[in-house]
């Protein structure tokens, strides 16, 4: 049976990593062929500065040039609308009856596959195949392929890690250092040559800026509390060695819509690529996160991926949290005017360490969801599971 391998991402530019990728799995899993597909809208993540697909895809097939078996695909860019795997998927087994499909995708993209359209149809027409993008997390891959395992076939690779994202290099090019030994030296030449990625010259705008910018759009108590989420912010960012003005800007930003009427933070919500869990449009008190992650991106002109997940994330968190996301998480229920009853205790917690924190707090979440008898959002089960497993990994 002919296997053929789907490689599917942003390539917002190819870079070494994807290319050493594709060719431990060509070689591991032997395939006859590879089909390289870069997505026209990525509906699985933010993706700030996208490069034309037309550029995206021309730098593919440079780096992909003379690899045997590898093909890359425009499929997914000249179909209409956003990009789901799932599409591409069908449209292939259509094309390749008697063929093994094999989805290949990062950790970043495997941790979070509960969350893409349709995942188990996927996992019914492909194996899915995933490799660490940094160290330390092959536990979790396998803990998550063995979840997996009961909707489909999953195999995790233990290639050599190799840390390089596509974020990186854009942010090379912005600061006009070279990218030798991350990306291929012509597709290097080509960023330069059609100026991609050099971003535009932006009035940085400063933190008073932050302030006055929200001031006029919440209601006086709203304004204050965020002023303290920053200060607060501010403070656990010192403290755990985070960049202090990041946390100032996520969370003097973190409310930006909350007292926008709903069918607007819904509209602003919507535009969002991401894939919105039907939980998530039940619940109007979380929409502002979404709806304020896309307000930054799109009337701020933030590009700061950190800055934008921090803000979306803050109200209902989610597994994989990074430092700046948990602090802003935290600041916005310890600031200092906040008065519920584990209050101090949880200022008090956050003082000793963050990863207690999160936990505590999404304990606190998931017990206060349930005694309203309300849903709980996708992210937030994950993020609590992860906590837990990683307690209990800790006790075993
Ligand atoms: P960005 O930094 O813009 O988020 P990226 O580097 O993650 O981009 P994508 O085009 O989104 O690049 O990646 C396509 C696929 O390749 C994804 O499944 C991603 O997880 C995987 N991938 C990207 N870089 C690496 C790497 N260094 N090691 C292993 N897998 C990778």
Request: with cysteine; charged share 30%; proline share 4%.
């Amino acid at each position: 049976m002919e296997k053929i391998g789907i490689f599917g991402g942003t390539f917002n530019p190819v870079h070494n990593g994807h290319v050493r990728l594709a060719k431990h799995y060509m070689e591991q899993l032997g395939l006859s062929r590879m089909l390289v597909i870069p997505t026209k809208t990525p509906p699985h993540k933010a993706a700030p500065d996208l490069a034309d697909s037309d550029d995206r895809l021309a730098m593919c097939r440079i780096a992909f040039e003379g690899m045997e078996g590898v093909t890359v695909s425009d499929m997914e860019i000249r179909r209409e609308g956003k990009s789901f795997t799932v599409d591409t998927v069908h449209e292939l087994k259509k094309e390749f009856l008697d063929a093994q499909l094999f989805l290949l995708v990062g950790s970043d993209m495997f941790l979070t596959f509960r969350k893409w359209k349709d995942w188990q149809e996927i996992l019914k027409n492909a194996i899915l195949c995933t490799a660490a993008r940094t160290d330390g997390e092959l536990q979790a891959l396998y803990a998550c392929s063995r979840e997996l395992s009961e909707f489909g076939k999953t195999m995790v690779f233990d290639f050599p890690v190799f840390r390089v994202s596509s974020t990186q290099i854009r942010e090379k090019v912005k600061k006009g250092e070279s990218c030798r030994g991350f990306i291929d030296p012509k597709v290097e030449e080509y960023i330069l040559h059609h100026g991609l990625y050099k971003g535009q010259d932006k009035m940085e705008k400063n933190e008073k800026d932050y302030v006055e910018i929200i001031r006029p759009l919440l209601k006086p108590k709203r304004f204050e509390h965020s002023l303290n989420v920053a200060e607060q912010a501010v403070f656990l960012a010192k403290r755990y060695g985070e960049d202090e003005h990041k946390a100032y800007v996520a969370a003097i930003l973190h409310d930006i819509c909350k007292n926008m009427p709903q069918n607007e933070q819904l509209q602003w919500m919507e535009k969002s690529a991401i894939i919105l869990d039907d939980n998530l449009l039940t619940q109007p008190p979380v929409w502002h996160g979404f709806a304020g992650a896309e307000y930054i991106q799109q009337v701020l002109e933030i590009e700061d991926e950190e800055i934008i997940n921090a803000v979306r994330y803050h109200t209902i968190g989610r597994a994989g949290m990074s430092k700046l996301e948990q602090i802003v998480y935290l600041a916005d229920l310890t600031s200092k005017e906040r008065d519920y009853p584990d209050a101090e205790r949880m200022r008090q917690v956050v003082l000793h360490s963050l990863h207690e924190g999160m936990r505590e707090a999404l304990i606190f979440a998931v017990r206060n969801q349930a005694e309203k008898r309300l849903p709980l959002c996708i992210d937030t089960c994950q993020a609590y599971n992860e906590y837990l497993r990683e307690e209990t990994d800790r006790r075993a």
